[in-house]
């Protein structure tokens, strides 16, 4: 390749949907968009290798800052939750709604997802060394990748 000479361009990803069913709430199904890397990087606060990752937000802590909810939220593409036998809304409001420790488990599985994080001890069994999503996240088709419908991120 000659300097200044580019070959023919390569067509960036669309971003990505990724349907979460976890394996401890049998039923429960949420989808929710990943995000640019620049979105990304507004919503953790924090930027280049000392972003957040999914493993900062132990289980049982305080619930994830406002800017990781609302980041969730504005991703967030459709869930199946009821309350009382009523939808709660696929929103903002909806996840405040939630109890905290539910909505942390959320907002975590989502962060996984979308920083293609590996939770500890997972994926040590595969004779290729690596996981699936599905796998990685201890989710059934989590990151199967569907075209995004545009929207915030």
């Not at 429960?28 to 620049?38: D, F, I, K, N, Q």
């Not at 040590?124 to 599905?134: L, Q, R, V």
């Not at 201890?138 to 075209?147: D, E, M, T, V, Y």
């Amino acid at each position: 390749m000659h300097p200044g000479r580019f070959l023919m361009g390569y067509e960036a990803p669309e971003l990505r949907v990724f349907r979460l069913t976890f394996e401890d709430r049998p039923g429960l199904e949420v989808a929710a968009r990943s995000v640019t890397l620049e979105r990304w990087m507004e919503i953790t606060g924090l930027s280049g290798d000392g972003a957040l990752s999914a493993t900062s937000l132990p289980d049982g802590g305080p619930p994830p800052s406002g800017g990781l909810q609302e980041g969730f939220a504005q991703n967030l593409v459709s869930w199946n939750l009821t309350s009382k036998g009523e939808p709660v809304p696929a929103t903002a409001e909806g996840l405040r709604s939630l109890d905290t420790g539910f909505a942390r488990e959320l907002v975590k599985a989502w962060l996984e997802a979308v920083s293609g994080v590996i939770p500890a001890g997972l994926g040590k069994d595969s004779p290729s060394g690596g996981t699936s999503g599905e796998a990685s996240l201890g989710l059934a088709n989590s990151s199967k990748s569907l075209p995004s419908s545009g929207g915030p991120g």
